[in-house]
Nanobody
Framework: QLQLVESGGGLVQPGGSLRLSCAASGSTLDDYAIAWFRQAPGLEREGISYISNSGERTYYSDSVKGRFTISRDNADNRVHLQMNSLKSEDTAIYYC?????????????????WGQGTQVTVSS
């Protein structure tokens, strides 16, 4: 059974950077496509980035494109999300999710495996 654990969240000032990690255990991560979602209070869960199991295909939502970079290290069983130029509207709980056959258009219900989330707060 695949288990995911996010880390790297915290409090950062606007314009700052954070690097989130999604660590997998219980299974080999390279069998899975990985997506990052985020959810702010009162809002729906938003898909912001995706990487295919090989790492060849990536996707970014318009809200993070040019600021966030997704990468994966299958040897280390981790996926990372480098977040630069953070804005107050990036404040949310960030989740990683895994699914073997997901693509960049897959919605949250498509994903079977989720981490517990990590809080990102962007505030001065």
């Amino acid at each position: 059974q695949l288990q995911l654990v996010e880390s790297g969240g915290g409090l950062v000032q606007p314009g700052g950077s954070l690097r989130l990690s999604c660590a997998a255990s219980g299974s080999t991560l390279d069998d899975y496509a990985i997506a990052w979602f985020r959810q702010a209070p009162g809002l729906e869960r938003e898909g912001i980035s995706y990487i295919s199991n090989s790492g060849e295909r990536t996707y970014y939502s318009d809200s993070v494109k040019g600021r966030f970079t997704i990468s994966r290290d299958n040897a280390d069983n981790r996926v990372h999300l480098q977040m630069n130029s953070l804005k107050s509207e990036d404040t949310a709980i960030y989740y990683c999710a895994a699914e073997k056959t997901a693509d960049s258009t897959s919605t949250p219900v498509r994903y079977d495996y989720w981490g517990q989330g990590t809080q990102v707060t962007v505030s001065s």
